[in-house]
């Protein structure tokens, strides 16, 4: 009976659990460098927008923007001649996370993986090792799986998806 319910499996969870692994990737890269207010709206965000999904709650995009407005003063605040880049790469941190909120159609999931695009070419300009081309990799694949799930959904319609077939778009990605 349990094999049954998990040979099929709701695309947007997948799609909603892909987006948090691929906010994620570049937010391990910066997580050192950003400042601890920041790490704290991200994780506090990610945790609402876990929360919203199960509960099934929509934000309205006026509040998501507000909010957005709000959150970006103490970057904004803390940008100087001398330190650009860590207040920009909080910004697009919040940013993203503020993202993660609302509403999930295609185009929110498309701007998610840019933002998070964005992050991870940020914290290139901070650290620039083997890791960098470990994440980019990664974000690769997750962004490509995504991406077919979005296009299986477009074409077919469909609420659920096989495994064999999640398995499938996963070996086509790689």
């Given amino acids: 009976m349990l094999l049954q319910s998990m040979a099929l499996t709701k695309i947007d969870s997948i799609l909603f659990l892909l987006s948090l692994i691929i906010a994620f990737v570049p937010l391990s890269a910066v997580y050192s460098e950003i400042s601890l207010s920041v790490r704290l709206i991200f994780v506090s965000m990610i945790l609402l927008s876990i929360l919203f999904y199960i509960k099934k709650i929509l934000l309205a995009n006026w509040i998501l923007n507000i909010l957005t407005i709000i959150l970006l003063v103490y970057p904004i605040l803390r940008f100087s001649s001398d330190?650009?880049?860590?207040?920009?790469?909080?910004?697009?941190?919040?940013?993203?996370?503020?993202?993660?909120?609302?509403?999930?159609?295609?185009?929110?999931?498309?701007?998610?993986?840019?933002?998070?695009?964005?992050?991870?070419?940020?914290?290139?300009?901070?650290?620039?090792?083997?890791?960098?081309?470990?994440?980019?990799?990664?974000?690769?694949?997750?962004?490509?799986?995504?991406?077919?799930?979005?296009?299986?959904?477009?074409?077919?319609?469909?609420?659920?998806?096989?495994?064999?077939?999640?398995?499938?778009?996963?070996?086509?990605?790689?």
């Fill in 83 to 174: 330190d650009f880049l860590i207040p920009s790469i909080e910004a697009v941190t919040i940013v993203l996370s503020i993202r993660l909120l609302g509403k999930k159609t295609t185009r929110e999931y498309f701007q998610i993986y840019l933002i998070a695009v964005l992050l991870l070419a940020g914290s290139s300009l901070l650290n620039m090792g083997w890791i960098f081309l470990v994440r980019t990799f990664l974000m690769l694949v997750l962004t490509i799986i995504s991406i077919l799930i979005l296009t299986y959904i477009r074409e077919t319609n469909a609420q659920s998806i096989k495994i064999q077939e999640l398995l499938n778009f996963a070996k086509i990605s790689s």
